[in-house]
Each structure stands twice: as C-alpha cells, then as structure tokens.
C-alpha cells in the first residue's frame, strides 16, 4: 500500500508543478512520511505524529535534497522508483532531519518508549495531515483559495495513509479547527487525559483523547492538545514526558 501511495503522493506534486502552483517549494518531492516504515511496521506499539504539510526548511537552499538522500535522482526521472523514493524517506532521521521542529514531539516519544530514532521499543513516523507537498509560505500562511487547491486531495492521501498505517495512537498538535478534518467515524467523546495548570497560565492546557475506527474495525487513540510555535509548544519537557507515560498506561 505504500508503494501506491507514493505514486499518490507524486500525482500530486506533479499537478501542482505542471499546473504552475506558485507557492509550492521548488525543487522538493512531496513526503508521504518521515521516519522509517519498516521499523514503524514493527514495532509493539504504533505511533503516527500528525501536522498540516512539510515545512520549507525540509528543503534548505543551499542543498534542497540533503535531508532525503536518493531524491534528488528521483525528481528528476521521468518514471518514479517507488523503492529509492521510500528508502529516502526511511532515512529521514538517521541522516539529517528538521531537529528544530520534531524534538517538541520528542519528550511525549519517549513517554510512550518511542522516538524517531533508533533504539527505543516502538518507532515512530510523522504525516501531515492537509497535504504532502512543502509550500512558501507555511500552510497558515496561504490564503484559502490556494489551500483548497491542495487540501481535499492532500486529506484523502492522509487518511488512506493511516489506514495503511494501522497505527495505535496518533499525536495530533494543530490549530483545535483541523481536528473536524480527521474524518474517520468517532466511537469515543474526547476525555481530558492530562491538565498543565500553574499560576503563569490564564488558562489550563488540556490533553484530550477520543477514539476513532479504521475500515479495518481497529481503533487508535487519538490524542490532541493546541499548538503553540511548535507541537505542544505550550508544556514543558517534564509534562510532555508525563503525557506519554498516562497515554501508554491508557494503551
């Protein structure tokens, strides 16, 4: 199912480049994932992190394809290898990954004995939910007409992905108007789960769970709590560890 999803994903990419999509960053490929896949496929436990699409910084100036060994071959062939194209996205973290952005999910990981990398229990990958393709500027910051473009397409591939994926909990960190995007059927109302409350907050940060159902009649645990400048960007270290370690004792 990877292997046709990447084509998916390279549907995509390919219409947006021909169609002359102007925010879309060039050159890049579109990342289905990021992490490794086999590992992932292995794992005891399942864990699928969920944002809106690639950042830019994915594809650094002076050196677009070097987070993404292989793919530089791959964008410019005229037929995709679907298995260099995988592999290249299984590297994602041994070689040289967005550091700045994907160590905020890190402390919950390792609360859940999981990481990005090697040598916990349990890999995980993350996905982006509205679409593969990287773009400049951020998702927040195209206007509506030039995410709708994108986005219908770019949620299907999502969620056919997860489905694939068959994960066991989904950390999702987005603006709380994103979550009526995850269209799989709700078979649990969200619970809080977990609750930062200290005197320098206005307000309590919440950690909701809920459960949603598969086609394949699996149900993982969705979990969600707001984003700030990054995933869960509002908690500590300390607390995000404590939210891993409640969801796995849910789990």
Not at 128 to 151: F, K
Request: charged share 20%.
């Amino acid at each position: 199912m990877l292997r046709e999803l990447a084509f998916r994903a390279w549907g995509l990419y390919k219409r947006a480049e021909h169609n002359g999509f102007r925010q879309l960053v060039h050159p890049s490929i579109p990342i289905l994932y990021f992490g490794d896949s086999l590992s992932y496929l292995t794992s005891p436990i399942k864990v699928v992190t969920v944002g809106l699409n690639p950042s830019l910084k994915e594809f650094p100036c002076d050196s677009p394809f070097s987070r993404f060994p292989g793919a530089a071959h791959v964008s410019e062939a005229v037929d995709l290898d679907a298995d260099i194209y995988l592999a290249s996205l299984n590297s994602y973290f041994r070689v040289s990954p967005y550091k700045g952005w994907f160590q905020s999910f890190d402390p919950i990981l390792q609360g859940l004995s999981a990481s990005y990398y090697p040598g916990d229990r349990s890999r995980a990958l993350h996905t982006d939910l509205c679409s593969p393709l990287a773009t400049d500027p951020t998702w927040s910051r195209l206007n509506r007409s030039e995410q709708a473009i994108l986005e219908p397409e770019g949620r299907q591939l999502w969620r056919d992905l997860v489905e694939a994926l068959q994960p066991d909990v989904v950390l999702v960190s987005v603006r709380q108007g994103y979550l009526a995007k995850i269209d799989f059927p709700q078979t649990q109302e969200p619970g809080v789960v977990y609750t930062v409350d200290d005197k320098n907050r206005r307000s309590p940060y919440q950690v909701k769970a809920f459960r949603r159902r598969l086609l394949s009649g699996k149900e993982p645990l969705f979990v969600f709590g707001r984003a700030a400048q990054t995933p869960f960007g509002a908690v500590s270290g300390a607390d995000k560890r404590l939210i891993g370690e409640t969801l796995l004792a849910l789990i």
